[in-house]
Structure formats: structure tokens, C-alpha cells
């Protein structure tokens, strides 16, 4: 409230208010003092005026004279304040009384003589007449003393006293009054002459706010305003003088802003050119990149087709080794560019991504079954675990995902030199419709350093850069997956520890699908019993987990004889165990043992479902009575494993049953390309396949011949010459709608990897594409597609061998015919060849036997091996596939493997003696 007064408010409080107070005090003071001795005096009159009347009553008291009592009471009313006077009796009976009744009570007796009471109006005493009064009246007595005469009353009116003290507190109120009255004149001229210089004072600076720089303060009379006015002007001098200096530089700057931006409109025209000429020199860039994407996977697409056809000619085993270096050559240099083009895409922002559902655990588990052969080759066991909370069906890229998976993976296996790489799958957050995950990849490798943890996600840098480094590549995988992960939106790190291993995760959040309805559990299995059998303690805790996705109720073991003797318990109970499934190995359980075994579990009543290495398949493949339906690779896809263990359950039909139905007719088919060696490997492949093939060179060319012949599917390069792959498509669309034919399937071949290539093909009215290399897989599937005409396929890659192993043939005539691709001149001369060699190969086996010379003792092995693959001789094959593999891992038990390729090789030259 003080603070929301001025300066003259301030100054008349500070002036008034002690002067009021101080008025107030001491005025208040003197009235009380003034009051209380007048009151004091009262009191003291009438104390008198008692006394005086006590000696003037006692005669007449003494004898009773109430006359006399009388008179002496009225004359006692002229006293000034007494209002009323009363005689008593000794025994306070009234005997005289003057003036009006008495306003107070008569006061109680004492131990004093004099007693009084009173009230705010009057005050009565009452005052005992002894007979000793009498002496005071001059009255002769015989003997004074204290008898009592009689009493005396007196009552004294306030009146006076009180209007006395009335009139000297007006009078203490009126000078009081006047003494402020003129205080407050005093302090109203004291604040006019501050309120004003101040006024003043306040003008100016607000004139200076304003701007007026140039207001300046007179005088103001005192000493120190005037200091004050002083301080201020020379402020506005410097304030001016800094506005005017301002105003000099604010000018040079807006010159210099002015020149500046003409600079830069300059600047901006010449920038707006530059980035024309970019986007122009990154368009010819993307264009260049694309074509020489075309340029090197055509010669590619040449090498590796032609690699596998010559792969299936006459050749000797070493021919057959180079052809193998050739392929994986290409197939090394063809994911090289696949990479670098990949990392162009990404950098050059022009990598779209799908948004499509997938089923997580088949991708993870498709990823591991690409990379096994790699793993099982150096003996790692490749795990995958996800976890039962994961959600399975999301949506997403999953061509590109896997991608990362299979690159993180492949590095796994690249630096682990033993134990295992496991993948896992887990659920970090989850909300309705999207689910965070984390997906990590673990291996027991060599570990990354704090150095190359730091360059490990940068373009061309690799854990390993000295010159003897073990693992090749660009060093642009792990680039590419971590750019591929931030535009989907998730993060990718590692973590690592040298000589222990690394952990590459992942983390994204993807939105839910519906769920699959495959990955159900099947009522053929669901509820039924099931031993799994594995060694290792991870993969036997993968395994149960996958058998328990698949509705079973899982028993897992570590040995095979405990899972026996489990089986053989639980026969006769109430729920038997109805299945096994063996994840077994050359070094856990030999082909040879296998079949008494599986011979124990048939007694048994259990059905037996084989897992093994990759590179150990065809050694169990020929020792178990169905290897079809019995035997998978590890690791186990969940999805094919249900599927085997329902055909041991419910078997539909025998596989002898499928017989491949030939087509009705060969499918005509025209191949367009420009590239000679293209166009001849693509009309070899078809020939083979049993197809009816036309060529072109040309675009022009093929159009020409679809309008002078009907095709029943045309393969047409993109990039040619003169008329392009698309130009030639519109040119047959438009011939057919002119002539309403029903168009042709035009499959496109390419070799481009920029850019959304498919979108672009398709809108250009192609049917599909396929990217170059190409395989006999793929035309035979794009026949079938497009035209429903079944191509004979060439492919050997599912052909096994039904008979165990003492029942494998020393000799089968079909099977070399079929090795020779069905020349019989080729099987005979192949055969003549391994027959010829046979005796050296059998001694020099046996000479580095006894010498104990192990490396030479594989490498005659490995190289009759290599013979007896383009031969039908299984028997022989199959001994020396089992003895090789045994050599290298130094197992006691080749040396009866040996033996067996010994007598394999007897029984083979009995054979070729008694045919001849």
C-alpha cells in the first residue's frame, strides 16, 4: 500500500504521522493527568467537608436534636458538589437527611473510620461521630472516649469535575487540530518544492525515451537534483552522440548489404546453373552406374551359365575343379557389384522400401539355410531362437531385412573358427498394431577392438586390412545394413569383446499383420510325444522349441541311449513317444551305427526324422530306409519340420507315385537379346529343358517375327540398340490390339539394379522379369508360370539314392547316363576312365595309408572322389565321400572307412571284369 504512493503522498505521511501521534499522545496524556486531579480534589472536599461536619453533629447526635441535624445538614448542601447529607442514629436509623436521595449504596464499615463508594456519577462517604468529637467543639466533658454518637453521610455530584475535564479535552482536540492544520501546510510546500524538480526530471527522461535526444534539464534549485539534471543531460549528450554514430554505421552497412546482395543474386544464378549441371551429372551418373550394371552382368550372366552347362559335359575331375573355382568366382564378383550398387542406391536416395506382410521366423530361418553349407563347413553349429512372445506376422521389407540378416550372419561365419552363431528374436515393446524388436546375431569368433569398433559401420573399412587377411569383401556389407536399418527406422549396434566373440543387434519397430494360420499347431501332431535327441545344449533348446511351436510334447536327451531307453519305457503308458527327431553329426553318430538304431526306434514303434549337417547329408542319405521324408538338413526350419514329421504321422503317398507329367506339347518361345553369348545360353538352357526356341537380335527383329509367328512366351533383353526392350514390347501391343490377338507373355530379361526397375517394366507392358544371371530353375518356372507347359528339368540337386548302403550298386548304368546328361558315349568313356585308374589310385591310397602320410592320404581320396562323381558307381562314391570326410576331421573311425573304399574298389573291378 506505501508503495503505490508518490513522492508527495511519502513526504506528507513522513511529515504527519508522528506529528499526529505525537499530538495524540501527549494531548491524551495532560487530559488524563488533568482529569484524574480534579477527581483526586473532589474526593479530598469532600473528605473535608465529612470531617468538618462530624464535631458540628456530635452534640446534636449526643442529644438527639434532630432540628439542629437538620440545619446543619442543609447549610451543608451549599458546599460546592455536595448533593445530599444524611445524619444517622448509632444504630443507622435516619435522623436528619437534606437533599436528594443518595445514588450509591451505603458503603460496608471498616477497619478505617471514613468509608466510601461511588459510582461514575457521585461519591458518598460515611464517617462514624465518636464521643472524643465533642472536644472539638469546645464542649466540656467529664471523660472523652470512643463511644459512638451517630453517623454521617455525605454524597458529592461528578458533575462539575466531569464538565471541567470536557472542556480541557476540547481544548486539547483544538490545539492538536491546529497544530496539524498547520504541519499539513507546511509539508504540502515542502513536497512541492521536491515533487516538482522531480517532475521535471521525469518529463525529460521520458522525452528522452521518445527520442528527443536533444531535451535538456534547467537548473532545479538544489543542490543535488542539480547534480542529478547534470548526470542526465550529459547521458542524452552520449546517448545522442551513439545514436548519430549508429545511424552513420547503420548507413555504411546498408550499403554493404546492398552490395552483398547483389553479389549473391549473382552468386544464386550461378548456383542455380551449378545445380542443373549436378542434378544433369548425377542423372548421367545414375545412368551410367545403370548401364554398366547391364554392361557387367551380361558378360556375368555368360559366364555362369555357360559354366553350367559345360559343368554338365565331358570333362575330366580337374576341368570339373576349375569350373567350380570359375563359378564361385563369378558368383564372388557378382555380389561384390550387387553391393556396390546397392550402396549407389542408397547414397544416390533412390532405394524405396516394401511394406508387405512376412512371418519372422521363416525369414531367420530361410537366412540360416542359405549360409549352412558355410557354417557346417567349418564345423559351427548355426542356431535360431525366437522368443514365444515375439510376434511372428509383421509387415515390412523382409527382401531387405533379410539382407541385413544375411550379411551380420555371414560375418558371423566368417570370423568364428569354432562353436556356434546364433541368432535370436525378442520382444522389447509392444503397443495394439506395432511391436518393438531386437535382433541380434551371436557368434564365438575373434571379437572386435575398441579401434575396430569405431570403423566398423564406415564405407570400405574392414575388422581385417592386413595383407593377410582371411576374409574378403568390400567392406561395404555392414555400411549397407546399417543405412538399410536407420531408413526403416530402426537402429543397429555391436557389441564386443576380442578372443570372445561379438554381438551385431538390430532394433525396429514394425506394425502387426494378421496372423498366419500356418503357423497353428497341426491336429496330425498336436498333443503327440516327441524325443529330441541333441548334444549341443543351445541347439537342443532350439529344437525343443520348434517341436513345441509344432503342437508336440517335447522330451529332450543328450545321448541316444537315454532317448532309448526313454522310448522303450513310455511304450506300453499311456502316452507313447510316438516320434524322434536326431540332430546328429559324422562325430556323434557315424552312418554306419545309424541303421541298427533306427531299427531299434521302428521296433519301438517311433518314427525317426533325421537331422545332420549340410555337408554330411549325403553320407546319411543312403542309410535310411525313406531318406526322403527321414532326412533334413540343420537348422531345422520349423515350417518344413512340421511338415515332416506329419508325413511320418499321416503318410499321404508314396513318392513313387508323383510321376512329372510331360507336357502335351513343347512350349515355342521366342529369345530376344542383343548379346550373343546371352542369347546362346539362354536358347541352350531351353533346348536342353525339351523348349521349341526362336532367336532375335534385335528389337526390330522380334517384332517382326511375333507378328509372323504365334509365340507362347517371349524373353526379351531391355537394353539393345536401336529399339529397346520396352519400344519393342509397345510395338507387339499395339500390333496385337490391331489385330485383336491375345497378348503374348514378354518376360523381361535385365541385368539393372537401379532404381524401382519392376514398376518400370511393368507399366511398360511386360509381364514379369527376371534378373540376369539366370538359371534353369528360374525359365523353368517362368514357362510354367506364364504358359502352363512343363520344361524337363535338368536339375539333380533333390536326386538321391532309396537303398542302404550294403544295398547301393556297384555299378548303375541309368544313373551315369544321367550324369552324362544322357550321352552314353560320354558315361562309357567317363567310366573307362575312372575304371582305368582305378588300380593306381588304389595302390598310391594304399602306399600313403601305410606311410601314414595323412595329407597325401586325403588328397588321393579327394581325387578319386571327384572321379566317381561323373560316374554311376554309387557304391564307390559313397565310400569315398565317408572316407574323405572322416580323414579331415581325424576320426579313429576312418580307418574302417578305408577298409570299405578298399573293398569298394575290389568289388567294382569284379564287376567291370565280368561285364566285359
Known amino acids: 500500500m506505501i508503495t503505490d504512493l508518490g513522492i508527495k503522498g511519502r513526504v506528507l505521511m513522513l511529515t504527519l504521522l508522528p506529528t499526529s501521534l505525537l499530538a495524540l499522545v501527549l494531548g491524551g496524556y495532560f487530559t488524563w493527568m488533568q482529569l484524574s ?24 447526635l449526643q442529644s438527639g436534636d434532630a432540628e439542629l441535624l437538620q440545619r446543619i445538614a442543609s447549610q451543608a448542601l451549599e458546599q460546592p458538589d455536595v448533593r445530599a447529607v444524611s445524619f444517622l442514629s448509632a444504630e443507622r436509623n435516619a435522623l436528619a437527611h437534606a437533599g436528594p436521595s443518595m445514588l450509591n449504596p451505603s458503603p460496608a464499615t471498616g477497619e478505617q473510620p471514613l468509608v466510601q463508594s461511588g459510582n461514575q456519577n457521585a461519591t458518598r462517604f460515611l464517617l462514624p461521630v465518636y464521643q ?54 507546511l509539508a504540502v510546500r515542502m513536497s512541492h518544492t521536491i515533487n516538482e524538480p522531480l517532475r521535471r526530471i521525469k518529463h525529460g527522461v521520458a522525452q528522452l525515451k521518445d527520442g528527443h535526444l536533444e531535451t535538456r534539464l534547467p537548473p532545479l534549485g538544489s543542490h543535488e537534483l542539480d547534480e542529478l539534471a547534470s548526470g542526465i543531460n550529459r547521458m542524452a549528450e552520449s546517448l545522442q552522440n551513439a545514436q548519430e554514430e ?4 547503420v548507413d555504411q552497412a546498408t550499403e554493404d548489404v546492398r552490395q552483398n546482395l547483389e553479389t549473391i543474386e549473382i552468386q544464386n544464378i550461378e548456383l542455380d546453373l551449378a545445380r542443373k549441371e549436378a542434378l544433369e551429372a548425377s542423372r548421367i551418373k545414375s545412368e551410367f552406374l545403370a548401364n554398366m550394371s547391364h554392361e557387367i552382368r551380361t558378360p556375368l550372366n555368360g559366364i555362369l551359365g555357360f559354366t553350367n552347362l559345360l559343368q554338365k559335359s565331358e570333362l575330366t575331375p580337374r576341368q570339373q575343379d576349375y569350373l567350380g573355382t570359375i563359378e564361385k568366382s563369378a558368383d564372388s564378383l557378382l555380389a561384390i557389384i550387387n553391393e556396390i550398387l546397392d550402396f549407389s542406391k542408397i547414397e544416390a536416395g533412390k532405394l524405396v522400401l516394401e511394406n508387405i506382410p512376412f512371418n519372422l521366423r521363416d525369414l531367420l530361418q530361410e537366412t540360416l539355410t542359405i549360409l549352412a553349407p558355410a557354417a557346417h563347413a567349418k564345423q559351427l553349429e548355426l542356431l535360431s531362437l525366437v522368443y514365444r512372445d515375439t510376434p511372428l506376422s509383421l509387415i515390412g521389407d523382409p527382401l531387405r531385412l533379410k539382407q541385413v540378416l544375411t550379411n551380420l550372419v555371414s560375418n558371423a561365419i566368417k570370423f568364428t573358427r569354432a562353436g556356434t552363431v546364433v541368432i535370436r528374436a525378442m520382444l522389447e515393446d509392444e503397443s495394439a498394431d506395432r511391436a518393438q524388436l531386437r535382433i541380434s546375431v551371436q557368434d564365438t569368433g575373434i571379437g572386435l577392438s575398441d579401434e575396430d569398433l569405431r570403423e566398423l559401420f564406415q564405407a570400405f573399412s574392414q575388422a581385417d586390412n592386413s595383407l593377410s587377411r582371411q576374409a574378403g569383401g568390400t567392406g561395404l556389407g555392414l555400411v549397407i545394413s546399417k543405412r538399410l536399418i536407420e531408413q526403416m527406422g530402426g537402429e543397429i549396434g555391436v557389441d564386443s569383446t576380442p578372443e570372445e566373440g561379438s554381438e551385431f543387434w538390430i532394433t525396429l519397430s514394425l506394425p502387426k499383420a494378421r496372423d498366419d494360420a500356418e503357423d497353428l499347431p497341426r491336429p496330425p501332431l498336436l498333443g503327440r510325444r516327441v524325443a529330441a535327441l541333441e548334444s549341443h545344449d543351445l541347439a537342443r533348446q532350439a529344437l525343443q522349441h520348434q517341436l513345441e511351436d509344432c503342437g508336440l510334447q517335447v522330451s529332450g536327451f543328450d545321448s541316444l541311449d537315454s532317448l532309448l531307453s526313454a522310448v522303450a519305457e513310455a511304450r506300453h503308458s499311456a502316452q507313447p513317444i510316438e516320434l524322434a527327431v536326431l540332430g546328429v553329426s559324422t562325430q556323434t553318430l557315424p552312418p554306419e551305427r545309424l541303421d541298427q538304431r533306427i531299427w531299434e526306434l521302428e521296433r519301438l514303434a517311433c518314427k525317426t526324422l533325421l537331422l545332420c549337417p549340410t555337408t554330411e547329408q549325403s553320407l546319411y542319405h543312403s542309410f535310411l530306409p525313406d531318406a526322403y521324408s527321414q532326412l533334413q538338413a540343420k537348422p531345422a526350419c520349423t515350417r518344413k519340420l512340421q511338415r515332416g514329421l506329419t508325413e511320418l504321422i499321416s503318410p499321404r503317398q508314396n513318392r513313387a507315385d508323383y510321376k512329372h507329367t510331360a507336357p502335351s506339347r513343347p512350349p515355342l518361345i521366342l529369345c530376344v537379346d542383343d548379346n550373343p553369348a546371352n542369347l546362346l545360353l539362354v536358347q541352350t538352357l531351353l533346348d536342353d529343358m525339351g523348349a521349341q526356341v526362336n532367336i532375335a537380335n534385335s528389337g526390330f527383329e522380334a517384332v517382326k517375327k511375333a507378328a509372323e509367328q504365334t509365340f507362347d512366351l517371349i524373353f526379351m533383353d531391355v537394353q539393345m540398340p536401336g529399339m529397346d526392350g520396352r519400344q519393342a514390347t509397345e510395338a507387339i501391343r499395339q500390333a496385337e490390339n490391331q489385330h485383336n490377338q491375345s497378348p503374348v507373355p514378354i518376360i523381361a530379361l535385365t541385368a539393372h539394379a537401379l532404381a524401382n526397375e519392376k514398376r518400370a517394366l511393368l507399366q511398360s507392358g511386360l509381364d514379369d522379369y527376371l534378373t540376369k544371371p539366370i538359371s534353369e530353375r528360374q525359365l523353368a518356372q517362368v514357362v510354367l508360370k506364364w504358359t502352363g507347359l512343363a520344361l524337363r528339368s535338368q536339375s539333380s540337386e533333390h536326386t538321391g539314392i532309396s537303398t542302404t548302403h550294403n544295398n547301393l550298386s556297384v555299378l548303375d548304368a541309368n544313373e551315369g547316363l544321367r550324369l552324362a546328361a544322357g550321352k552314353a558315349d560320354l558315361a562309357a568313356d567317363m567310366l573307362s576312365m575312372l575304371l582305368a585308374g582305378l588300380p593306381g589310385d588304389r595302390q598310391a591310397i594304399r602306399q600313403a595309408r601305410d606311410s601314414g602320410e595323412r595329407n597325401s592320404l586325403i588328397e588321393r581320396v579327394h581325387r578319386l572322389h571327384g572321379a566317381t562323381r561323373y560316374c554311376g558307381v554309387p557304391q564307390l562314391r559313397a565310400a569315398c565321400q565317408r572316407s574323405e570326410t572322416l580323414l579331415k576331421q581325424n576320426d579313429p573311425a576312418a580307418q574302417q572307412a578305408l577298409d570299405e573304399l578298399d573293398a569298394a574298389i575290389e568289388r567294382l573291378a569284379q564287376h567291370a571284369q565280368v561285364g566285359a
Open 132 to 185: 472524643q468529637h465533642l472536644s472539638l467543639t469546645g464542649k466540656a466533658i467529664s471523660a472523652p472516649g470512643t463511644q459512638l454518637l451517630g453517623w454521617v453521610e455525605l454524597e458529592l455530584s461528578h458533575h462539575s469535575t466531569l464538565i471541567i475535564g470536557y472542556r480541557s479535552l476540547l481544548a486539547s482536540l483544538l490545539l492538536i487540530a491546529a497544530g496539524l492544520m498547520v504541519t499539513a501546510l
Open 246 to 249: 549508429l545511424q552513420h554505421s
Open 37 to 60: 486531579s480534579l477527581q483526586e480534589q473532589l474526593l479530598q472536599r469532600g473528605q473535608m467537608i465529612i470531617e468538618q461536619l462530624a464535631p458540628l453533629a456530635a452534640p446534636a
